[in-house]
């Protein structure tokens, strides 16, 4: 296992902790774990890339420790009742639907290539955002709540948008048929 691949792991463990930070309202602590999170999301792909140590393994690995880590932010602030509960459902479902789209290709032998899209990187990158503005709000007793809700409406508008495109997405490659060879 290279170095990349071991600090996508430490982003895996580091899951179960924010979550708890979270429940117990040690808000500063889990902000500043999401942080540095973030820190060894850029820094593993960095020296993958830089150092070609990509791997299968961290392929697969990198985008699940990122969504791990969002979704129980957002399952445990939305339980806490400090992020709006649809807000919540939108993330989740997304993310389950993706996955599920997902596996039923595999499993009728028609996988989808995963490239991520345009606007599912702009969901990722606000679905962070206001996970870091909410978690560093409550950690360092600050009020936001102007933009807190905005911030929420534009996650959930993302949310949707970038659901909405990979469903087409899934459509689209389903429905392509196999060119039948010339007997």
Known sequence: MNLPNILTVGRMLAVPLVAWFISN???????????LAGVTDALDGAI???????????????????????????????????????????????DLVI?????????IEKPLPITPLGVSKANTVAQMIFAGVVLGADGFALDLSIIERPAAYLVGGLTLGSAGAYLVAFIRHMALTEPTPDA
């Open 99 to 107: 996955v599920a789209a997902v596996a039923l290709a595999w499993a």
């Open 48 to 94: 993958a890339r830089r150092f070609d140590q990509r791997t299968e393994l961290g392929a697969y690995l990198d985008p699940i420790a990122d969504k791990a880590l969002l979704v129980s932010i957002y399952v445990t602030l939305g339980m806490l009742g400090e992020i709006p509960a649809l807000l919540v459902i939108a993330v989740v479902f997304r």
């Open 25 to 35: 309202g040690q808000h500063f602590l889990a902000f500043w774990l999401f942080v």
